[in-house]
């Protein structure tokens, strides 16, 4: 698989070290004359390796960050960029977008192609405002700060230090009374970053008022819509979509929430209760370490398409999988798209879990994406919204529960991983819907302190949060369980995507089990159309459908019931 990139702007071995390093290609493309189609296809070409490059050496900035964020090398490194290239970079790129625009030939640019494109770039010049670049620095140093501050937590336990990820995996333990001091112990840590987490989170919602109203909006949510290219969907249908998922998924969980509350034989459900098996059996540990992860991901993956296979040994042969969770790492799991060399990075916290299995395989499905698309011509084009990214990965992780027999030596084993599994998705809806409810709150009342965002949170979590619940001593965790997810944090409105991308995904694995490699060809072609189409066309394309509707959240709930039944 050819991962060397064919230069046309930049030189061979290019270095970014200043400003002063990349200025003159932007100069360059500024000046140059587009007299025909030609030249401003030519034009274009220059424009997304420029680009690519850019991309590309801030993500192997974050990569070093987050893989160790005590490394003041590294975190230096990146507040470099971000403080001293980045905001060079914002007025020039709106300089491109008007030149393009402008250009006589633009027009006659193959609309199948460029339609989706140039429509963002319009999206782009009319939100661009020079006062907000300084904004934006800032926020993104206080995502640092957050990224710095969630990395340092760890706690002792039984002697032994080990990061949250690690102690999570003691709440699998059946004795209940060393669940309740994991819990507590964990829940005590992050209580001790909870005013620093609250002050960062104070600063951001300020910052972020400051950049929609610089930019001509009412507030940060509309401005985010725009700013997304939310053009498939309004505020209004996130609103649908959590009462959708409040009348047809919160009374399934209720549901599944009193059959473990009578399993466990417990007078009330502990929030320490909810990752034990219920029956008593032993944790699921699907594997040793990091190298049986992959693999046994790759096997998975060449049963299902030879490609996908090769995919994932290429990024191990480049060491792109930073995966075991350690002390000094940034916390969660990401796929960071490098669309200059055309392989991607997956990045995650593993510890042996079966919830490290699926973040495996769902960035996994990431990775495959990065991959399908990256020989399209702009990058741009690779630069696909979250609703059709999630997609890629969530459909992966269903597509792929099938064939988990590779990680389990018993059929009684892989059929628990799968009912975890499934109740897991069905889990992931209430708490999507919450978050997403949260950021609307949050930023159409940014005068609110802190007390207010608390009392906000614990009214929407009593929504989609389920009545067999037992808080009583737990109530401040409870009321800073958002502090927990990092996208509220580091990229704000992130996060609907995941349920309207979910429920494409179990259409997506419905289509699987009826009709097998054909929905592997469809799941291929979508992805390999980046973001040359709209959403709602992909979605077409991957045959299922971009809806999230009453009618289709209770279609897809039946059919995810019927299976764990």
């Known amino acids: 698989m050819n ?64 893989c160790d964020t005590a490394d003041e090398k590294a975190s230096e490194a990146y507040s470099f960029f971000v403080e001293h290239v980045q905001p060079e970079i914002a007025p020039l790129s709106n300089l491109l977008d008007k030149k393009l625009i ?16 140039l429509r963002a770039v319009e999206m782009n010049i009319s939100i661009f405002r020079e006062e907000n670049i300084p904004l934006f620095t800032a926020l993104n140093n206080l995502a640092q700060e957050f990224s710095t501050v969630s990395g340092s937590m760890s706690v002792v336990i039984d002697g032994k230090e080990m990061t949250l990820p690690q102690a999570a995996k003691l709440l699998q333990l059946n004795d209940r009374n060393k669940r309740k001091e994991v819990y507590e112990i964990v829940a005590a840590r992050r209580a001790q970053a909870r005013f620093e987490l609250d002050a960062i989170m104070d600063k951001m919602v300020k910052l972020r008022h400051e950049v929609a109203i610089n930019a001509g909006y009412d507030n940060f949510r509309d401005y985010m819509f725009d700013a997304l290219g939310r053009f498939d969907y309004k505020p209004e249908d996130c609103f649908n979509f959590h009462e959708s998922v409040k009348k047809y998924i919160v009374p399934i969980i209720d549901e599944l929430d009193l059959q473990r509350k009578n399993a466990l034989g417990v007078e009330s459900l502990k929030p320490y209760d909810f990752e034990v098996d219920p029956s008593g059996l032993d944790p699921l540990k699907p594997f040793e370490n990091a190298s049986e992860l992959v693999d046994k991901t790759r096997k998975i993956f060449g049963t299902l398409d030879p490609y996908f296979e090769t995919c994932l040994t290429t990024m191990d042969n480049m060491k792109l999988l930073d995966l075991e969770s350690r002390k000094g790492k940034a916390p969660g ?12 990075f997956i990045f995650m916290n593993s510890v042996g879990s079966l919830r490290d299995l699926v973040t495996m395989v769902h960035e996994g499905g990431h ?61 992931t809806l209430p ?40 808080w009583l001593g ?24 995941y349920g309207f991308a979910q429920l494409g995904a179990i259409a997506m694995w419905r289509n699987y089990l009826q009709n097998g490699n054909e929905a592997i060809e469809q799941y291929k072609n979508a992805l390999s159309l980046g973001y040359t189409k709209s959403i709602g066309e992909i979605y077409e394309t991957a ?19 019927t299976q764990m039944n």
């Open 3 to 66: 991962t060397q990139a064919q230069l046309i702007l930049l030189p061979a071995n290019f270095s970014l070290n200043t400003w002063e390093d990349i200025k003159p290609y932007y100069e360059q493309l500024l000046k140059a004359t587009l007299n025909s189609i030609e030249a401003l296809e030519e034009w274009l070409l220059q424009r997304s390796e420029l680009e690519s490059f850019v991309s590309e050496d801030l993500g192997k900035r974050y990569i070093a960050m987050t």
């Open 102 to 117: 402008e250009c006589a030939f633009t027009s006659q640019l193959d609309k199948n192609l460029y339609k989706i494109y």
């Open 333 to 344: 799991g990401y796929l960071y798209p490098l669309p200059l060399s055309g392989v991607p």
């Open 367 to 427: 990775a495959i994406h990065s991959f399908l698309s990256r020989d399209l011509k702009l990058n741009d084009f690779k630069n696909v919204p979250s609703e059709v990214a999630e997609l890629a990965s969530m459909s992966m992780e269903l597509i792929s529960m099938q064939h988990w027999t590779t990680f389990f030596n018993n059929e009684s084993d892989f059929e628990r991983a799968r009912m975890e599994q499934l109740e897991d998705i069905l889990r």
């Open 431 to 470: 708490w999507v819907a919450a978050i997403d409810k949260f950021q609307h709150w949050l930023y159409c009342n940014h005068n609110h302190n802190a007390e207010d965002r608390k009392q906000a949170w614990l009214k929407i979590y009593a929504e989609f949060g389920g009545k067999h619940t037992d």
């Open 474 to 497: 737990y109530e401040e965790n409870k009321a800073y369980m958002w502090h927990k997810q990092l996208h509220l944090f580091e990229v704000p409105f992130y996060y609907i995507e």
């Open 543 to 561: 045959g299922i459908k971009f809806d999230f509707s009453e009618a289709w959240i209770s279609e897809l709930s039946g059919f995810v019931k």
